[in-house]
T-cell receptor, first 114, second 113 residues
């Protein structure tokens, strides 16, 4: 079965620090990759996605992610975080086998200290 | 511009009681999903539907039933609630093409005592 691993479940950092969240998946074929963000008390919102083409994907709010096929990774980055980036971040993978099911990682809880 | 609407937003149940969670979407999405979110567990798929009148089991279907009688609605039922079903439940919907990702509802926080 498809699995998605996110490390460092809890991340605490100061404003203006750089953020990188790792995401690794276990499927060897074609994949569609997503990062979702969940702000406190809210629903999940799409940050960015990768389907094909340029492996460096830019999303909303200054986030970007890089797909490295050889490493089965899709790491999320932001050069300078703000207090408003405090949220939980989820990586999700779809294997594209004619179904739309997304497998989610367990999430990264990010707290940005002002 | 409602998107995905879940009702109720909060509910407390006693063990053994039953309830139905309603999910409604107005985007004409073909696919709909029910997830539960638990601390440290991420999102786990309970059931999903690829079209009106169809449903399928996800990762953690036990103790839940679903129905999709109308394209825009996806109901999640708990016939006999257990404390292990205390969770936040999210509904999501999507087009048949995964390109656009999922649209999520605001969630239902359920506590079973």
């Amino acid at each position: 079965a498809q699995s998605v691993s996110q490390h460092n479940h809890h991340v605490i950092l100061s404003e203006a620090a750089s953020l990188e969240l790792g995401c690794n998946y276990s499927y060897g074929g074609t994949v569609n990759l997503f990062w979702y963000v969940q702000y406190p008390g809210q629903h999940l919102q799409l940050l960015l996605k990768y389907f094909s083409g340029d492996p460096l994907v830019k999303g909303i709010k200054g986030f970007e992610a890089e797909f490295i096929k050889s490493k089965f990774s899709f790491n999320l980055r932001k050069p300078s975080v703000q207090w408003s980036d405090t949220a939980e971040y989820f990586c999700a993978v779809n294997t594209g086998h004619g179904n739309n099911r997304l497998a989610f990682g367990k999430g990264n809880q990010v707290v940005v200290i002002p | 511009n409602a998107g995905v609407t879940q009702t109720p937003k909060f509910r407390v149940l006693k063990t053994g009681q039953s309830m139905t969670l309603l999910c409604a979407q107005d985007m004409n999405h073909e696919y709909m999903y029910w997830y539960r979110q638990d601390p440290g567990m991420g999102l786990r798929l309970i059931h999903y539907s690829v079209g009106e009148g169809t449903t399928a089991k996800g990762e953690v279907p036990d103790g839940y039933n679903v129905s999709r009688l109308k394209k825009q609605n996806f109901l999640l039922g708990l016939e006999s609630a257990a404390p292990s079903q205390t969770s936040v439940y999210f509904c999501a919907s999507s087009y048949a093409q995964i390109n656009y990702g999922y649209t999520f509802g605001s969630g239902t926080r359920l506590t079973v005592v």
